[in-house]
């Protein structure tokens, strides 16, 4: 048992004085005899290396992983051979693997400039992969395809519902709804000119009835928002946790008579809930996710602004006029006013079309029991 722990010695020593020949064949000695676990397997992987022998070298960092398969050194030594030998796929794996276990554990110092190169090297077999994938199949695909091949490369991050309190099993992950299938949002839009003449009026007194959307509640803790009674982002509610607001409603007929058309959910305590959302130049909604994946969200445009956007999952959409958004809220979204206008949109909430009456009334008998618990 001491002759290989001698020759590990003598082998590290060698290495240590730049000695690759002497190193590999102390420490090549010493992996005839020494169990598995004792040998310091890249050591002897970079002795082999320094002396041009990759297959030599291979074969140490086999073993090495076979020990330890989330070792980031021995990671990027095996994507660095497979590289050498022209296998850019197996090369791409071992790099990514290392990349992603370096982002928990770290990067051994010696190896930084590794790491440098598996990041970049990765990225160029992704891009020509993509372009394979792309000659291969040509540009005209569908919108589903384009995106299913974005998400195959990497260029699309994937964004499931993730609602914060309330799960409803096995409905479409869907970020964006078509207005056509809503045949009540055309009587809506046809009172828009009223509705925005109301928004004016209100404007015009000074923008009495808007607050900062994000507000504390009492005898609740305050929301971790950087928007937290802020008036970058501030609502004129009409209805509010299923209760009308009577100044508000009274102030902007047209608006209520608007949003009689639409099927928001009715639940004591909960909803509707419908409100003008004011956005103002630079403000920032943080991604997020909302409560639930039960109810789609709706702006209609009621003055737009250029350069705003609203990201849902992997997708952006600007407001336009006279063109609603629906959109599901429990998937990861946020908003941003990069220009030097103001946005408001009429926001309230629906059912998801998917689900039942049945299942509806029961989805408000909860709601409502969660209320009714002291």
């Avoid at 290396?49 to 990027?76: C, F, H, K, M, Y």
């Avoid at 992950?173 to 009223?194: N, T």
């Avoid at 709706?298 to 003055?303: G, Q, T």
């Avoid at 407001?319 to 949109?345: C, M, T, Y």
């Amino acid at each position: 048992m001491g002759d290989y722990q001698q020759q590990i010695k003598q082998g590290l020593a060698a290495l240590k004085a730049r000695d690759p020949a002497n190193a590999a064949r102390y420490l090549s000695e010493a992996s005839k005899t020494a169990p598995p676990s004792d040998m310091p397997w890249i050591a002897l992987g970079n002795a082999q290396l320094s002396l041009g022998r990759n297959g030599e070298a291979e074969t140490a960092i086999d073993a090495q992983l076979e020990l330890a398969p989330r070792d980031v050194g021995a990671l990027l030594l095996k994507g660095w051979l497979r590289e050498q030998a022209d296998d850019t796929r197996a090369a791409v794996s071992f790099y990514r693997a290392a990349l992603n276990q370096a982002a928990i554990s770290g990067t051994p110092p010696a190896l930084q400039q590794l790491h440098e190169h598996a990041a970049i090297y990765a990225e160029q077999a992704n891009d020509g992969f993509e372009s394979h994938l792309l000659a291969s199949l040509g540009t005209d695909l569908s919108p589903v395809m384009t995106e299913a091949l974005e998400l195959l490369t990497g260029r699309r991050q994937l964004f499931l519902q993730e609602p914060s309190v309330f799960y409803y099993p096995g409905l479409p992950q869907k970020r964006f709804y078509d207005p056509a299938d809503f045949p009540w949002l055309e009587p809506m839009l046809a009172l828009l000119p009223e509705m925005q003449e109301e928004l004016h009026s209100v404007m015009a007194e000074g923008a009495n009835g808007f607050a900062p959307y994000v507000h504390r509640p009492q005898n609740r803790p305050a929301p971790n928002n950087p928007l937290l009674d802020n008036e970058a982002w501030t609502a004129f509610h009409f209805w509010r946790d299923g209760d009308v607001v009577a100044e508000n409603a009274m102030r902007c007929p047209a608006t209520m008579k608007a949003l009689s058309h639409a099927p928001m959910p009715q639940i004591a305590g909960r909803s509707p809930n419908a409100h003008w959302s004011r956005l103002l130049p630079g403000a920032h909604i943080t991604p997020h996710t909302g409560m639930l994946n039960t109810r789609l969200i709706c702006h209609i445009p009621i003055k737009t602004a250029p350069h705003c956007w609203l990201r849902v999952g992997s997708e952006t959409r600007g407001w336009e006029e006279g063109k609603p958004l629906l959109f599901d809220d429990s998937i990861n979204h946020e908003a941003k006013n990069e220009g030097d206008q103001e946005r408001v949109v009429l926001l309230f909430e629906i059912w998801r079309p998917e689900i039942d009456a049945a299942d509806r009334e029961a989805i408000g008998r909860i709601f409502q029991a969660i209320g009714e618990f002291q």
